[in-house]
């Protein structure tokens, strides 16, 4: 099934339940040719999930950040280590940087995990949900849900290069963003959004002009939610759980700043929405990914 009933109450809310149900065929279980071939020439993967134990323990009785809590973290590769390896499978060769916090999910079978494939070369996208299954080389997933998005507030970064001898540092955690960490954040024109609901998990992509992010305490966040695609997955997730986790990514240094903590979605009077996301953990990995990007071109749909 493609919506559950708190993506569909958003469809319903913004009227755009007809157009939700078009967009929705094109979700399948396969992995065609050309998303495969597509996946074979990316050096990222986002995933989200959420981190074993804690789940409605956790909602209830305010158990630590990563006992249950969501998050989304980074992988990266030379292009191949991740391709599919079946009709419904794809599989990762490698894992996350030491210490991240869903090194116990990836191995864990069974684990719902939602994956973004991302390439800011051709402002394309591909996500990918299903269950995880650990192998000897890393992880594969079952797909239940393949599908493509629009380039809609996707950045362009025309070139990468892989920096020799750039390691990932000591993560460093918290409890609130440190003025570095606001600065990051509010200069940032992309993040990845992990969410989940009681069947899966969901990786999703937001972007925008530096600033589209705001830092309003050092425990809260907020964004406009731009019209995409009218299928409201993460908001819909968000209804039904509301536990997130939010990725931002140095695009030049590697450094890798994830939170965790919980969201919720506010209709405002000019017909919009603004999400809003209190912080229960922070975690910034130094050089998290050998990657830099050059500059970006910022998307002619960014507000």
């Known amino acids: 099934m493609t919506y559950h009933s708190g993506s569909r109450a958003i469809q319903d809310r913004v009227g755009v339940r007809d157009l939700a149900d078009h967009v929705g065929r094109a979700v399948g279980q396969g992995i065609r040719p050309v998303a495969a071939a597509f996946l074979e020439l990316?050096?990222?993967?986002?995933?989200?999930?959420?981190?074993?134990?804690?789940g409605a323990?956790?909602?209830?009785?305010?158990?630590?950040?990563?006992?249950?809590?969501v998050w989304a973290s980074l992988l990266t590769g030379a292009p191949g280590f991740v391709?599919?390896?079946g009709a419904r499978q794809i599989s990762v060769v490698g894992g996350l940087p030491a210490g991240d916090p869903l090194t116990g999910a990836l191995a864990t079978p069974g684990t719902a995990v939602g994956t973004i494939a991302l390439d800011p070369r051709t402002r394309r996208r591909m996500r990918l949900n299903g269950r995880v299954r650990p192998t000897s080389r890393g992880f594969a997933v079952e797909a239940d849900q393949v599908f493509a998005n629009c380039p809609k507030y996707l950045q362009q970064r025309q070139t990468y290069e892989t920096v020799t001898g750039r390691t990932a540092g000591v993560p460093r955690h918290g409890k609130e963003l440190t003025p570095a960490q606001r600065e990051f954040v509010e200069r940032a024109d992309t993040f990845f959004l992990a969410t989940v609901h009681a069947h899966g998990a969901d990786a999703s992509h937001r972007g925008g002009n530096p600033g589209f992010v705001r830092v309003e305490t050092p425990g809260e966040l907020s964004w406009r939610d731009y019209p995409g695609n009218s299928m409201f997955l993460s908001l819909g997730n968000l209804t039904e759980d509301p536990r997130a986790g939010l990725l931002f990514l140095d695009w030049t240094s590697g450094t890798?700043?994830?939170?965790?903590?919980?969201?919720?979605?506010e209709f405002v009077p000019d017909g919009g929405r603004i999400?809003?996301?209190?912080l229960a953990e922070a975690v910034e990995t130094p050089a998290a990914s050998p990657l830099r990007w050059s500059a970006p071109a910022y998307s002619p749909a960014n507000p």
């Open 275 to 278: 999400v809003r996301f209190t």
């Open 256 to 265: 890798v700043l994830q939170l965790t903590g919980t969201a919720r979605t």
């Open 57 to 69: 323990r956790q909602e209830r009785t305010g158990a630590p950040a990563g006992n249950g809590s």
């Open 83 to 85: 391709r599919a390896t």
């Open 42 to 54: 990316q050096p990222l993967l986002v995933v989200g999930a959420a981190a074993p134990g804690g």
